[in-house]
Structure formats: structure tokens, C-alpha cells
């Protein structure tokens, strides 16, 4: 690890501390113009979100149904009973944003997959960016309102879904308050503007 990332994970608690967490849940309450851009208004309200800390798993209960749930990893996403009976699924679940864009409305699975993929990062970073294969390199700092942000680069590899495989991070000179930006500047291919 860089001197920042191990700075910025203490700031969060440690690697320890979270090594001892298996998941996390919490009450998801998402809108916005993304989710009416992509005729998925009101799916994500008011839900419990459960992410596996340690592996890619992210599961929304409700959805969409008092008797329904999802299940995610970055290979299969599906919709299922309460009860575990698959109600529809979709497995290779990126390949089938192919061709999207910003305006193309998305299924339940291109839902399921995207707020997953974003929320488990979300939630977990900055561990995630201990796991193998993760590439952290510290990037030049970051001026801005007369504060200096010290910043990663991060390269995630190929078995983490996420919008963009090329990410930075900023972080003050205690680790804390890290920011996500797309190292590319462009917007991930799960929004349409771009394949990798």
C-alpha cells in the first residue's frame, strides 16, 4: 500500500477493525434525474441495502415488491422471491449494456446491476483498494479553496464491477474525506457513454 492509502484506511478504522465485519446494512432511500432518465423512477425507495464486505455481493430488500429481493455479484444479478425463487435473472450482467446510451432505458437487471456495483465501492471503499489486484499509485496533489488534497490513482482489476476500471481518489492530509472522481473524466460505461 501507499503512505496514503495505509493513512486513509487507519482514518477509516483500520484494515483490522473491518476484517472483523462480514457485512453492512443500511436503509437506501435513492431518486434523482438518473433513475427517471432511465424509466426506473421510485424503484430505489426505501429498501435495505445489505453489501458482503469481503467479496462482491449486494442484495436490496424490497424491490420493487414487499415479497421481493436482488442478488448481485459482478457475474449474475437476478431478481428473487423472499423465498429464493429466481423470478428473473441475467448472468454476464455488463455485456448487456452494450450499445446503451444515456437515453436508453434500463430493465430491472441493468438497475440491480448498476446501483450494486455502485453502492458495494461506495460502501466499502477505501478497503476494496487493499484487495489484490488493485492497482494505488499516489498521484500529484489536488489544489482547491486554498486546501491541498493529497490523491490516488486506482486501477481496479477486472474481477471488481464498477463504473470505470480508472478511478482517482482525494483525500486531506489526514485521510480523511477521500472524493471519487473518474480518472478518464469520462462517465463509466454502465451509463451508455462508453465500453471497456
Known amino acids: 500500500m501507499t503512505n496514503l492509502l495505509d493513512l486513509t484506511v487507519a482514518a477509516h478504522g483500520g484494515l483490522d477493525r473491518f476484517n472483523q465485519l462480514k457485512t ?105 483498494l487493499t484487495l489484490d489486484g488493485v492497482d494505488v499509485t499516489e498521484i500529484e496533489p489536488w489544489q482547491e479553496q486554498g486546501e491541498t488534497w493529497r490523491r490516488l490513482k486506482v486501477k481496479f482489476p477486472p474481477y471488481i464491477a464498477t463504473h470505470s476500471t480508472d478511478l482517482s481518489s482525494a483525500a486531506r492530509s489526514d485521510g480523511t474525506s477521500a472524493a471519487w472522481g473518474l480518472a478518464n473524466g469520462r462517465e463509466g460505461s454502465a451509463l451508455g457513454s462508453d465500453t471497456e
Open 24 to 128: 453492512l446494512s443500511v436503509h437506501d432511500n435513492a431518486s434523482g434525474a438518473l433513475w427517471s432518465l432511465k424509466g426506473q423512477e421510485g424503484a430505489r425507495a426505501n429498501e435495505r441495502l445489505t453489501v458482503d464486505l469481503h467479496r462482491e455481493h449486494v442484495s436490496y430488500v424490497p424491490f420493487k415488491l414487499p415479497n421481493q429481493r436482488t442478488d448481485f455479484t459482478p457475474q449474475r444479478v437476478a431478481v428473487e422471491t423472499n423465498e429464493g425463487e429466481v423470478v428473473e435473472e441475467r448472468t454476464n450482467p455488463r455485456a448487456a449494456f452494450a450499445g446503451h446510451t444515456q437515453e436508453t432505458p434500463w430493465d430491472n437487471l441493468h438497475l440491480i446491476y448498476f446501483a450494486s456495483y455502485a453502492m458495494w465501492t461506495y460502501l466499502t471503499c477505501p478497503f476494496t
